[in-house]
């Protein structure tokens, strides 16, 4: 089965490379037509499956609850629906996950770019890191915020004896010498996650914005497609 989507894949860039320009921006079209119904369709899977993180006092149905657990495969969250790590590798915890989830995708993305660089097409390897951080932002987000949720618990009797834990994993004490490091980390991961990438976003559509204004292509009754290779092909509209 892997040797014929290897084969299909192959076979699909040889046509793809072969076609002409003008099919090649047909192509361009239903994929970006189908990328943006994706979009959409993890967007709200992302937000579906974060409901039991933002309304912990409710109480959802079994299946719904059972439905949320695999939900996070979406945002390539893979903990998320199969379980932390500590399941299968010892001394594995929620400092572990947080290092994990939140360096891989900048490890990857920078692997993207760099393959870019080398001359595997600049615009896509640069579009499929922008995806990836699109799918990754929420349970990333979740990740990194998760190291700042703490809950307090009385240890004994007395109000000195009250500790605060980790809600995440309360085997961390979230004021204990070993999470203090993962805090000040979670602190620069939340200027790269929850801040970072929608000021990217942002200055990416206000780049865009700009250029298409300069070229007079953005009038009332048409829109414009960006194409994978960063062009903007104006379109009539209806």
Not at 81 to 106: E, I, K, N
Request: with cysteine; net charge positive.
């Amino acid at each position: 089965v892997m040797l014929l989507m290897v084969g299909a894949a192959a076979r699909l860039w040889r046509l793809h490379q072969e076609a002409s320009a003008e099919a090649r921006r047909r192509l361009d079209a239903r994929t970006a037509s189908a990328q943006r119904k994706a979009r959409l369709i993890i967007s709200f899977v992302q937000v579906v499956s974060q409901l039991h993180t933002a309304f912990e006092g409710l109480r959802f149905p079994v299946a719904f609850v059972e439905l949320l657990n695999w939900l996070p495969v979406f945002g390539l969250d893979l903990f998320g629906a199969l379980g932390t790590l500590g399941c299968l590798v010892d001394r594995w915890g929620f400092h572990d996950d947080l290092l994990f989830s939140t360096l891989w995708p900048l490890l990857a993305a920078l692997l993207l770019l760099a393959l870019g660089e080398l001359g595997f097409g600049r615009a896509r390897c640069a579009h499929v890191a922008l995806f990836l951080s699109f799918v990754v932002f929420p349970s990333a987000s979740t990740t990194v915020f998760d190291a700042f949720r703490c809950e307090g618990v009385e240890m004994g009797a007395g109000e000195a004896s009250r500790k605060r834990w980790l809600r995440a994993d309360y085997s961390v004490a979230c004021d204990g010498e070993a999470h203090a490091p993962y805090r000040a980390y979670a602190g620069i991961m939340v200027a790269v996650y929850p801040v970072g990438i929608p000021l990217l976003y942002y200055a990416l559509l206000r780049r865009q914005l700009r250029a298409l204004t300069s070229r007079h292509e953005l009038r009332e009754g048409r829109r414009v497609l960006i194409t994978l290779e960063g062009e903007a092909e104006p379109r009539r509209g209806v």
